[in-house]
T-cell receptor
Framework: AQSVTQLDSHVSVSEGTPVLLRCNYS??????LFWYVQHPNKGLQLLLK??????LVKGINGFEAEFKKSETSFHLTKPSAHMSDAAEYFC????????????FGTGTRLQVTL | DVKVTQSSRYLVKRTGEKVFLECVQD?????MFWYRQDPGLGLRLIYF???????EKGDIPEGYSVSREKKERFSLILESASTNQTSMYLC?????????????FGSGTRLTVV
């Protein structure tokens, strides 16, 4: 069985300050982990992925995430928020080495204020 | 770029109607998926298909069925629509062995059942 828990349903930051979106996972197998972003009225876009290579993963738009097996965490960070980062973010898990279904977290809505 | 096209952006249907949601992908992907997205619940898998005429139940298949007669097309069917099926429906496709990063999502169909 696999699952992800996004610890915050809503995060608000000021433009130019760091972003931290938290995700913990549970998986019976060695997992692949992802972050997807969904802007209002848009489809889901892959932000970054971890598939058992480097534990620090860099994604698009300055985001990165670190896979910490000991903490079963995969938190998403960005050093400096931009207004265009306002969106909903989903942490996702799937067992490595399979083409099986993605399991989504419940989402974190990021608000960026001036 | 892979395109996943969902036939309708918005739909309004009456309780008891039979509803068809259509999804077409243009890159010869083997796997196709239907998810339902609700606030606070994230995305939940309804059904997926890994080949023509093949289907498997996801986490919430009750009240839904699917059809995949051609590789590029995956239809979600609500046999008798009910108000609790009011939701955003997302279709996705992937290659076998893509391990998540090959998933491409459509823009979604927002279904309202009245």
């Amino acid at each position: 069985a696999q699952s992800v828990t996004q610890l915050d349903s809503h995060v608000s930051v000021s433009e130019g300050t760091p972003v931290l979106l938290r995700c913990n996972y549970s998986s019976s197998y060695s997992p692949s982990l992802f972050w997807y972003v969904q802007h209002p009225n848009k489809g889901l876009q892959l932000l970054l992925k971890y598939t058992s290579a480097a534990t620090l993963v860099k994604g698009i738009n300055g985001f990165e995430a670190e896979f910490k097996k000991s903490e079963t965490s995969f938190h998403l960070t960005k050093p400096s928020a931009h207004m265009s980062d306002a969106a909903e973010y989903f942490c996702v898990v799937t067992p490595t080495g399979t083409a099986s279904k993605l399991t989504f977290g419940t989402g974190t809505r990021l608000q960026v204020t001036l | 770029d892979v395109k996943v096209t969902q036939s309708s952006r918005y739909l309004v249907k009456r309780t008891g109607e039979k509803v068809f949601l259509e999804c077409v992908q243009d890159m010869d992907h083997e796997n196709m998926f239907w998810y339902r997205q609700d606030p606070g619940l994230g995305l939940r898998l309804i059904y997926f298909s890994y080949d023509v005429k093949m289907k498997e139940k996801g986490d919430i298949p009750e009240g839904y069925s699917v059809s995949r007669e051609k590789k590029e097309r995956f239809s979600l069917i609500l046999e008798s629509a009910s108000t609790n099926q009011t939701s955003m429906y997302l279709c996705a496709s992937s290659l076998t062995g893509a391990r998540g990063y090959g998933y491409t999502f459509g823009s979604g169909t927002r279904l309202t059942v009245v």
